[in-house]
């Protein structure tokens, strides 16, 4: 699966949208774009992935550039309760059976 | 929507106490589960793949007869810390993907801390 890299820690004041970059310039072509959080002492939570389109949900947004080299996860409205770790994982899908792989993750505190 | 759920949450016991964590999908069949350790400050480590009616899969460097895994139905994995030390202590995460499409996400459990005095 390809690399992705993050920023290691982002700043977001509340209500406003947060936007998380994730680079992943080696993606190939049958790889998705996974996003996860993980909120302190709890397991990670799914938040949405995408191919190519963008993708929107009850929880965020997903832009993917027309290369696919790099996407934006977007919390329109943060909250306290946003504050967490966000991890952008690329995952091949030639076997429903390989597991994600984390990164660092970038560290996103949501401040009032 | 789909729910895996991890239990004891947290276990504090005595070195040398062997721990059995359990992982089910509630509301799914999962013929592969994943299991991950979290250290303090760290990301996840995928420590193996759990299947179904078969032996695990270890990653490089997890003991196979330290953490025991076993899989014996489509919605329940266990982790099993044999003879724990307190180096074993840590944050252990299970996982499931919902069927067998490959687009399907995988879902987390809350995972277990695990302390060993």
């Known amino acids: 699966d390809a690399k992705t890299t993050q920023p290691t820690s982002m700043d977001c004041a509340e209500g406003r949208a947060a936007n998380l970059p994730c680079n992943h310039s080696?993606?190939?072509?049958?790889?998705?774009v996974y996003w996860y959080r993980q909120i302190h002492s709890q397991g990670p939570q799914y938040i949405i992935h995408g191919l190519k389109n963008n993708e929107t949900n009850e929880m965020a947004s997903l832009i993917i550039t027309e290369d696919r080299k790099s996407s934006t996860l977007i919390l329109p409205h943060a909250t306290l309760r946003d504050t967490a770790v966000y991890y952008c994982?690329?995952?091949?899908?030639?076997?429903?059976?390989?597991?994600?792989?984390f990164g660092k993750g970038t560290r996103l505190s949501v401040i009032a | 929507g789909a729910v895996v759920s991890q239990h004891p949450s947290r276990v504090i016991c005595k070195s040398g106490t062997s721990v059995k964590i359990e992982c089910r999908s509630l509301?799914?069949?999962?013929?592969?589960m994943f299991w991950y350790r979290q250290f303090p400050k760290q990301s996840l480590m995928l420590m193996a793949t759990?299947?179904?009616?078969?032996?695990?899969?270890?990653e490089q460097g997890v003991e196979k007869d330290k953490f025991l895994i076993n899989h014996a139905s489509l919605t329940l994995s266990t982790l099993t810390v044999t003879s724990a030390h307190p180096e074993d202590s840590s944050f252990y995460i299970c996982?499931?993907?919902?069927?067998?499409?490959?687009?399907?996400?995988?879902?987390f459990g809350d995972g277990t801390r695990l302390s060993i005095l």
């Open positions: 996982s499931a993907r919902e069927g067998t499409a490959p687009n399907q996400p995988q879902h």
């Open positions: 509301d799914f069949q999962a013929t592969t």
């Open positions: 759990s299947n179904e009616g078969s032996k695990a899969t270890y």
């Open positions: 994982i690329v995952r091949a899908h030639s076997s429903g059976n390989t597991p994600l792989v």
């Open positions: 080696t993606i190939s072509g049958n790889e998705y």
